[in-house]
């Protein structure tokens, strides 16, 4: 085996490791919460707000470019 040979290998190695820990802390805080790990959807504003303990802050003006609310995306 060469010297570049296992260099390679050897960051391929730490960018898999550090993939998988990521993914893993990524985790915890939905297992500490008891919760599922994918995106809620809320029915309105005020029930968002009651799920997350805070208020959410919303831009009072949108420009016609933009839409509110955007569209669905998955």
């Not at 809320?42 to 003006?61: D, K, Q």
């Amino acid at each position: 085996m060469t010297g570049r040979t296992r260099v390679i290998g050897g960051w391929v190695l730490v960018m898999a490791v550090t993939a998988v820990a990521l993914k893993a802390l990524d985790r915890v805080p939905s297992l500490l919460a008891g919760t599922p790990h994918r995106a809620r959807v809320f029915g309105s504003i005020e029930e968002a707000e009651r799920a997350v303990g805070a208020r959410i802050w919303l831009p009072a003006y949108y420009p016609d470019e933009l839409e509110r609310p955007p569209t669905r995306t998955e």
